[in-house]
């Protein structure tokens, strides 16, 4: 077990380098720094002076190793606009997006996993189709499309929730069953088939066999078995929560990672626009490990030999 | 006295594509406390879905119904889920025929032992981990304790099996139900499997149910034989009695084309019974072994009486023992004599 975590963990800080050695190049080639800080009324002699006195006319390889060599030490550089550290700007809103990806996480697998087990438990009854069309749904209406749509309903016209912010818990329900019901889907589906397999299988004609009461035998011998693939998809969504959540966080003007990622770019910052995306690739990294150990301590054919 | 387990007239049915497949057609049989049945036939003839309908185990997609089912007086067919329940595992266990796959590859062979025995008794965990433990020993495995840590997949296939049959002696049961518990098993680990289960029953008095395709496996651990075919007991009596003079020509027919230690001469040719086993869709008129035998009559298409040859020995045929009496006693001259 723990020659295997040691081996994923080597993966992932390689994995690192190479993201943010090809976040550095491409981020360097769409935006010119020296023009970016000079603003838009510059002069070129200005931007030329700007770019000898930040160094930025130095080759890209060096200004990556020098640029690697801070953020190994956890300095990240500056924000161009707002003047201070980007680790800072970045942790200010950092908790917004976590408390949103959590939250739609959470939805997501609360709404899914026991709709799955019910329609597996009776494939082709009513609750089986009623799981396949709330999977239809999701997958089919794109996340802003119902986002828009809950704020219609739920802010304006029943004015139970509010529609902008993320102030109160109040404010981040909305974004998160959208956020959420984006991902339920898939999850529902690869529980559902996961279990219509696990319920097929000769241990769970054994634990019945033993007289088990069916509650133990679903919810013991088939769940643990069933759950196996859904949790490496559910780190990968929750990924994908914390890092596309742009759309979402820029509709409900929530004050997240996501809506300063698109501040950013739109204001051409380029620091906290690299470090936003080595900071959803580290967080990728880490869930996709934290994942495949889950995993092996769910399963300990990987986790014993 | 009364049997341990009594089934009478069980049927099986099971819808398919093809039409509704009718693969358990009337069986009936009885298991006395103590004792060993032993259902042979050939693969399809319906010995698992027997077996696992007196369990109430089958696929959700088929379908059940007995004149009675039984088990110690309690109604297994009409009885309460709950009743029923209490049973299984409890008082009538069962193995299964691939060690491999039948136990949970994610929890412990502790945790499956000791779960059996805190589902049906109150006990303590401690006490539930001593009787594993015992058992694990009684039942052949060294180091019992330390083994209680151990998953499935650490233990080879024959170790599985005597797992798999210390689980079923967790509650002290009356009955076990083995579906060819030692099919999938090595030959040498097949007998050593066997010697168990027939020191275990003799020792504890346990009445055993035992499917096999193996008349070898009958002839060591059997105090009566069923014999199945296309769904129906065709044959059934006690293991001597139907060695001695098998009635039905198709228990002939097994007994001729298997080879029995100290029975079939050695080197004898494995001989397999020509034709084809029936189609289970639809039903099947008169005798369904009739297409394969080499008596067919044409009293065979009409109601075939069940006939009684001795104490319990009963057989589903036209005719009469002695009328292929001395057919078969050429036949059989003429093949030693090969
Ligand atoms: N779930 C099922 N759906 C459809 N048909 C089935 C199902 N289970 C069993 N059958 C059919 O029912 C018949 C009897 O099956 P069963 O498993 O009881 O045979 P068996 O005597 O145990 O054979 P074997 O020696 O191969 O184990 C077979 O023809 C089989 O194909
Ligand atoms: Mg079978």
Known sequence: MLSYALRRLIIGVLVMFVVSGITFTLTNAAIDPARAIAGEGATSDDVEAIRKSYGFDRPLAARYVAWLGQALQGDLGSSYRQRRPVVDVIMERLPVTLKLGGLALAFALVLSIPLAIAAALRPNSWIDRIALLFALFGQAMPTFWFALLGIVVFSVNLRWLPASGSGTTAHFILPAIALGYYAAPTLMRLMRAGMIDVLASDYIRTARAKGLSEARVVLKHALRNAVLPVVS????????????????????????????????????????????????????????LSADLLNAWLDPRIRIG | MTALLEVDDLHVRIPTPAGELHAVRGISLSVRRGETLCIVGESGCGKSLTSLAIMGLLPREARRSAARLAFDGVDLAGGSRRAIAGLRGNRMAMIFQDPMTSLNPAFTIGDQLVETMLAHRKVGRAAAVDRAVHLL???????????????????????????????????????IIADEPTTALDVTIQAQILRLLRDLQAELGIAILLITHDLGVVARVADRIGVMYAGEMVEEGAVGAVFERPSHPYTRALLGCIPIPGRTPRRSPLGAIPGIVPSLVGTIQGCAFAGRCTHAHEACAGTIPVRTLGAGHRSRCTLAPDTFEAAARTASLGAIGR
């Open chain 1, 233 to 288: 998809v559910a780190a990968v969504q929750f990924g994908f929560m914390l890092g596309g959540s742009v759309v979402i966080e820029t509709i409900f003007a929530m004050q997240g990672v996501g809506y300063l990622a698109w501040e950013s770019i739109s204001l051409s910052d380029l620091p906290v626009t690299q470090a936003i995306v080595l900071m959803i690739s580290l967080i990728y990294i880490v869930l996709t």
């Open chain 2, 137 to 175: 020993e009684r039942v052949g495995i060294a180091a019992a304790a330390a083994r209680l840590g151990q998953y499935p997949h650490q233990l080879s296939g024959g170790l599985r099996q005597r797992v798999m049959i210390a689980m079923a002696l967790m509650c002290g049961p009356d009955l």
